[in-house]
């Protein structure tokens, strides 16, 4: 008996030690945020946190997601895989029989999950797949070990970027007067009108990065005072790109390219970056990986960090369906350097109203110059009243993809090329897009769309009308 006794007590200390070495992780979301950061190179950022990051870990420089807009995103994000494989592609859909959650998979391994905050996965959240819904970083208490720990900070959101409910002022609080954007000193991209509003709403959103790398900062010093750093794998990224016209909810590098900042302490070499493709649905599975845990078989991503015999990935993908009430289907592939995009319904303007979109101060004055006849050629382009059925765009040469060369003989090849990944992505995910709304309800994928979407459209003509009008 005594021998069994200390058998059963070498095993438990065994197992104890092995718990104590597994590695923690956090996982830190800038809601609504482009690569827009200082250790990205960009001038108008301030955002010392974020940066101290990539100079203590490594700074990706090519990381999509799949989907331009939150829930779709999200969805991937918390089931490893594709929306359009799943059925979960519509914004502001509801899948009835979603995918097991990675961080269920994570409890089941014996991690404690603490996932405060925004769960818009288009799927009502189980039980199963958080421990703790409480913002762990603003207690003292330390989390039980080995913990998975999510932060999501929407002051960056497109809702605060155009100040609704006046909350620009409560987000930036922590802002020095150094810290806030002169509206005249703000770069745009090409295919905005240089006008007064856009400007401050610009300023606004680089104001309200400066605010989520504060909080970014308090993660940062709660790992420290908990002495768990040194054991504690940071990631960092957004959940796509930012949320003004043109750049979230459309599969361009605007909409798609985020950034992707990772710290581990004794494996990653600071300050290194790494050039190669990232997908959001990578995510996941290589946060099971950190952990120990066996990545399914249904998961659509691949670990990318792992040291020796790991193939990196050449291509990522990308889709677009209901933005809301407003119905499109899009979908892209990109290399290290060419998009290739294809548009289901090329009969649909790109600017198609979606009411959300139009509450913002940026499509009301674009719109506005259309009709007044004051945009120039680029500008225009959002509005012609169709859409290529193909596109093709070198993001070397051409980062904001506003020349199309999908007819051009030179680039044939890569069009071929680019355009049979997306026909085997297509294949593959078993694409649930190409399925009408009302099949997909029928068939019980997903529930019946909420009424109010259906409203929006005439809401959201009416808005636009009358912004015409002024």
């Not at 959940?239 to 909409?255: F, I, L, N, Q």
Request: proline share 6%.
């Amino acid at each position: 008996m005594l021998f069994l006794r200390l058998c059963l007590a070498s095993v438990y200390l065994s197992a104890f030690a092995t718990g104590a070495e597994r590695l923690n992780v956090v996982w830190i979301i800038g809601e609504d945020m482009g690569p827009e950061l200082g250790c990205y190179g960009d001038a108008q950022a301030i955002t010392p946190n974020m940066d101290r990051l990539a100079k203590e870990g490594t700074r990706f420089t090519r990381c999509f997601t799949h989907a331009p807009v939150c829930a779709p995103s999200r969805h991937g994000l918390i089931t490893g895989q594709y929306p359009i494989k799943t059925g979960a592609h519509h914004m502001r859909s509801t899948l009835i029989k979603p995918p097991e959650t990675f961080t269920k998979m994570l409890r089941d391994a014996g991690y404690f999950v603490a996932w405060p905050g925004k769960t818009d996965f288009n799927f009502k959240q189980p039980a199963s797949f958080a421990d703790s819904t409480e913002n762990w970083w603003k207690k003292e208490a330390p989390l039980k070990e080995p913990f998975f720990a999510y932060a999501n900070f929407i002051q960056s959101h497109e809702s605060q970027v155009r100040n609704d409910n006046n909350k620009y002022a409560a987000n930036t609080k922590r802002l020095t007067a150094a810290q806030r954007h002169d509206p005249a000193k703000m770069a745009l991209p090409p295919f905005w009108p240089d006008a007064p509003e856009i400007r401050e709403e610009v300023a606004r959103y680089y104001d309200l990065c400066t605010s989520v790398d504060y909080d970014v900062g308090d993660i940062l010093a709660w790992l420290d005072r908990q002495g768990v750093a040194e054991r504690t794998v940071v990631i960092f990224f957004g959940d796509h790109g930012r949320g003004m016209p043109r750049y979230k909810r459309w599969v361009y590098d605007t909409g798609t390219h985020v950034p992707l900042l990772v710290r581990w302490p004794g494996k990653i070499k600071p300050g290194t970056v790494r050039e190669e493709l990232v997908g959001f649905v990578d995510l996941p599975a290589t946060t099971l990986s950190l952990a120990g845990v066996k990545v399914p078989e249904t998961f659509d991503g691949q670990v990318f960090l792992r040291s020796g015999g790991m193939q990196e990935r050449k291509y990522v993908y990308a889709a677009r369906d209901f933005m809301d009430e407003t119905f499109d289907r899009i979908r892209s592939v990109r290399d290290t350097r060419w998009q290739y995009v294809r548009n289901f319904a090329p009969e649909l303007s790109h600017a198609q109203i979606i009411s959300y979109m139009e509450i913002g101060k940026t499509m009301q004055v674009w719109r506005q110059w259309y009709a007044a006849g004051k945009l120039n050629d680029v500008q225009r382009q959002f509005f012609a009243p169709t859409k290529p059925k193909e596109e093709l765009y070198d993001t070397a040469n051409d980062p904001f993809e506003l020349k199309n060369l999908a007819g051009d003989p030179q680039h044939a090849a890569k069009l071929e090329e680019l355009r049979g990944a997306l026909d085997e992505w297509l294949k593959k995910t078993d694409d649930k897009g190409a399925i009408p709304v009302e099949q997909l309800i029928a068939r019980g994928i997903i529930t019946e769309r909420a009424e109010k979407y259906a409203e929006r459209v005439q809401r959201g003509a009416e808005a636009v009308k009358e912004e015409l009008k002024k």
